[in-house]
């Protein structure tokens, strides 16, 4: 049996009145590629962000890796390795697209600030690995020949690839992907679809994603949870997520359930 690399259990938070995450449990095993999809506030990246330790849950437990992680700080989450891209582009735009990927390499770095100061033989040595590196994962996404330029400068479709670069240089075991392939033009997604597929078959990495395109998900995703309203809603294979007449009506109405019943 595969080991589960994460398991979120009974899951809630709510702001206020607003219960935006209800008693969800999302277990994912190792190696695997997973998607959590539904409407338009559905709660999905509530939940990652609960993950990742942006919030806080209200109830429930997340266990990374053998490790408790609710309430646990972003960075400490982060250094065990779970490292996520965000629903808005998060890069720093007037960085070069090689600083915004060292920038995510700051959890394994280990100059002390003295050295730092000091511009130290080992510092020296660290920094150099740490550049080669960058470039290394540039490279792997297709952007090292676009390391000098500004972030900002960058195509859409070449700054999401430019987050999931700086998602890897943290290491992950797991990568979070909050919908990666928004404002895509097709073949930008069919770009982006390959790529999550060797970040999990030539990486080894296990990886859930937020996504609305339902082509993608349907032909990648190994398990699917759906989400509506802050519930789960349904769980399966892209078959059985397909075929749901929850999962349709929360999509398309109560009408277009009945029609496919």
Known sequence: MTANILEARNVTKTFGGLVAVNDVTLTVEKGRIVSVIGPNGAGKTTFFNILTGIYKPDKGTVVFDGTSIAGARPDIIAGLGMRRTFQN??????????????????????????????????????????????????????????????????????????????ALAGEPKLILLDEPTAGMNPQETDAATALIRRLRDELGLTVVLIEHDMRLVMAISERITVLDYGTKIAEGDAAAIRSNPRVIEAYLGKGAAGAAA
Request: without cysteine; glycine residues 6%; proline residues 3%.
């Open 89 to 166: 582009i998060r890069l720093f735009d007037n960085m070069t697209v090689l600083e915004n990927v060292l920038v995510g390499m700051h959890t394994h770095l280990h100059a002390p600030f003295w050295g730092i100061i000091a511009r130290a033989a080992g510092v020296r040595r660290e920094e150099a690995r740490a550049r080669q590196k960058a470039r290394e994962l540039l490279a792997y996404v297709g952007l090292e020949d676009k390391r000098d330029e500004l972030a900002k400068n960058l195509p859409y479709g070449d700054q999401r690839r430019l987050e999931i670069a700086r």
